[in-house]
């Protein structure tokens, strides 16, 4: 199970790991469903833990693998950029 699935580095290890392990072996989640999916695929949003648990009990995923870091990374990143056009020097927030 991947999550995080519809992003940039989610889309290309979802590619990979079908090819790998088949359509069928895959599920990619993510908080909507792309419009070319060919792997099964379910709405999730990380966040929501009750179907987090659904969803690794359907499936019985025994691999997880979540790529929410990196979009919390990228945004702080993101973040940080715009606070220091916004005011003129960096920011950080630890």
Known sequence: MITGANGQI???LTES???????????ATDLRKPENENSVFEELNVLDGERMQELISKHKSPRFITLLLFSLQRRGEQDQEERKIQYGWPFQCA
Do not use: H
């Open 17 to 27: 790991l079908q090819e790998i392990y088949g359509n069928e072996n895959v599920i």
């Open 10 to 12: 989610g889309t290309v």
